[in-house]
C-alpha cells in the first residue's frame, strides 16, 4: 500500500502545508496568529454575541479547548467575552476595535496565501478541489 493513495495521509500533508504557509505569512506581516484564531474572529465578527459553544460548533473546533483558544484572543486585545445575562454558563464573545483592524489587516494576506497552499493546481482544479473538500467535510 503506497502511502500516496491514501487520502487521510495526503490530508494531513496538506494541513501540514496550510498551517505553515499560513504561520510564515502571517509572521512576515507582523502577526501572531494561528489558522484557528482567525476562524475564531472572523466568526465573532460576522455573529456577534456568538457563545463559545456555539463558535466551536461553526469552527469545527473541539467545546472543551475553545476555550484556550478565546484566552488567548482576549489577552491579545482582540475579543471581548461576557457572561451571558440569560445563562450565566455561557459566554458570549465580540471582537473589540482592535481585533476589527487587525482581522481588516489579515484578511487579504489570508484570502492571498490561499493560492499558495494550492500552487501545483490550475484555476479551475483549486475550485473543484474546494467543492470535492467541502462536500467531504459536509459543508
Known amino acids: 500500500m503506497s502511502l500516496s493513495s491514501l487520502p487521510g495521509h495526503l490530508i494531513r500533508r496538506l494541513h501540514q502545508k496550510s498551517t505553515a504557509v499560513f504561520a ?35 469552527i469545527a473546533y473541539d467545546r472543551a ?7 488567548r484572543l482576549t489577552k491579545k486585545g ?18 473589540t476595535d482592535e481585533g476589527a483592524t487587525t ?14 497552499i494550492l500552487a501545483p493546481l490550475t484555476q479551475q482544479e483549486r475550485a473543484d478541489f474546494v467543492a470535492l473538500i467541502g462536500k467531504a467535510v459536509g459543508t
Open 103 to 116: 482581522l481588516a489587516a489579515v484578511s487579504p494576506v489570508i484570502e492571498t496565501l490561499q493560492a499558495d
Open 24 to 58: 510564515e505569512n502571517l509572521r512576515a506581516v507582523g502577526v501572531d496568529m494561528t489558522s484557528v484564531q482567525f476562524a475564531a474572529l472572523n466568526t465573532v465578527q460576522e455573529t456577534p454575541g456568538i457563545d463559545q459553544a456555539t463558535l466551536a460548533h461553526h
Open 78 to 95: 482582540w475579543l471581548r467575552r461576557e457572561t451571558n445575562k440569560d445563562d450565566r454558563r455561557a459566554r458570549q464573545l465580540w471582537l
Open 65 to 71: 479547548t475553545i476555550g484556550g483558544v478565546i484566552d
